[in-house]
């Protein structure tokens, strides 16, 4: 599976963004997918991630002003980002992991097996 994200880009705070990641190869329906985002000098972080059954998690960081969905048909994810802050300026990142209904998506980078190249959201004051 290749992922490939977009959507990136310099916005004012109190602005919106929304990113895309678009898969390649079969059974996309099947992925959890997740974004993460690394800020510099920090570790990458968690920051949504989206169940095969639409199912839904966020970081405590962006509830409330992100929201992630998905369209099977397009093999696509989407991060809706509203009410940007400097402190979202990062490198955003997509991730995928192939699952079974019961697995439950997590939260760990190292449980994706999948990662995209990342695109960079930079929030102005």
């Known amino acids: 599976v290749q992922l490939q994200a977009s959507g990136g880009g310099l916005v004012q705070a109190g602005g919106s963004l929304r990113l895309a990641c678009v898969a390649s190869?079969?059974?996309?329906?099947?992925?959890?997918m997740g974004w993460f985002r690394q800020a510099p000098g920090k570790e990458r972080e968690f920051v949504s991630v989206?169940?095969?059954?639409?199912?839904?998690l966020y970081a405590d960081s962006v509830k409330d002003r992100f929201t992630i969905s998905r369209d099977n048909d397009k093999k696509a994810v989407y991060l809706q980002m509203n009410s940007l802050q400097p402190e979202d300026t990062a490198v955003y990142f997509c991730a995928a992991r192939n699952t079974i209904v019961t697995m439950p998506a997590e939260s760990s980078p190292s449980w994706y097996h999948y990662w995209g190249q990342g695109t960079l959201v930079t929030v102005s004051s």
């Open positions: 190869g079969p059974s996309f329906s099947r992925y959890a």
């Open positions: 989206i169940h095969r059954s639409g199912s839904t």
